[in-house]
T-cell receptor, first 116, second 109 residues
Framework: GAVVSQHPSRVICKSGTSVKIECRSL??????MFWYRQFPKKSLMLMAT?????????EQGVEKDKFLINHASLTLSTLTVTSAHPEDSSFYIC????????????FGPGTRLLVL | GQNIDQPTEMTATEGAIVQINCTYQ??????LFWYQQHAGEAPTFLSY??LDGLEEKGRFSSFLSRSKGYSYLLLKELQMKDSASYLC??????????WGAGTKLIIKP
């Protein structure tokens, strides 16, 4: 089946610094990638949707200047949390969907971010 | 390797009961989640099991057996709105999420 990876799996950073999270589709071309944020035992909150080669579409309430998303190739999307604050500490999950996969999204293992 | 198995698709009748099974092999275990996902929407949290046994929440119940690497999601009094994909997700010892491919549940009148 289709595999999606994320790197790093966990990161600890100081308040005010920026953190980049990578999401890769390993064995298929992801025309669309989604970035989610998860709070403990809560539903995934969609942050943004990105299509390869175009600007990401952000959900209401998500600051696009704070959460920079780049989907430069069919196998890689990055989420950069700029000027991170402790309230940005969370579990960030990406998913990917390709033309051949239809509506099925394949989820990554998640990245745990802790901002001190 | 790490693996989650669940049926690709199931069909059930409105008003009936359906059980969606999930088996897993992972490096360690820190809990099992069930999510519901309607087409084009974000997954919605349904349940979290970390201890063996049955957790009941309204029409939905989730069961876990850690020794067997097995869980099921039980949906009662099925409604048409329950037509969705159901995702079985395990958190491993590194707190990474291992996602099943999802079971597409089709409800017929």
């Amino acid at each position: 089946g289709a595999v999606v990876s994320q790197h790093p799996s966990r990161v600890i950073c100081k308040s005010g610094t920026s953190v980049k999270i990578e999401c890769r589709s390993l064995d298929f071309q992801a025309t669309t990638m989604f970035w989610y944020r998860q709070f403990p035992k809560k539903s995934l909150m969609l942050m943004a949707t990105s299509n390869e080669g175009s600007k990401a579409t952000y959900e209401q309430g998500v600051e696009k200047d704070k959460f920079l998303i780049n989907h430069a190739s069919l196998t890689l999307s990055t989420l950069t949390v700029t000027s991170a604050h402790p309230e940005d500490s969370s579990f960030y999950i990406c998913s990917a969907r390709g033309l051949a996969e239809g509506e099925t999204q394949y989820f990554g293992p998640g990245t745990r971010l802790l901002v001190l | 390797g790490q693996n989650i198995d669940q049926p690709t698709e199931m069909t059930a009748t409105e008003g009936a009961i359906v059980q969606i099974n999930c088996t897993y092999q992972t490096s360690g275990f820190n809990g099992l989640f069930w999510y519901q996902q309607h087409a084009g929407e974000a997954p919605t949290f349904l349940s979290y099991n970390v201890l063996d046994g049955l957790e009941e929440k309204g029409r939905f119940s989730s069961f876990l057996s850690r020794s067997k690497g097995y869980s099921y999601l039980l949906l009662k009094e099925l409604q048409m709105k329950d037509s969705a994909s159901y995702l079985c997700v395990v958190m491993d010892s590194n707190y990474q999420l291992i996602w099943g491919a999802g079971t597409k549940l089709i409800i017929k009148p």
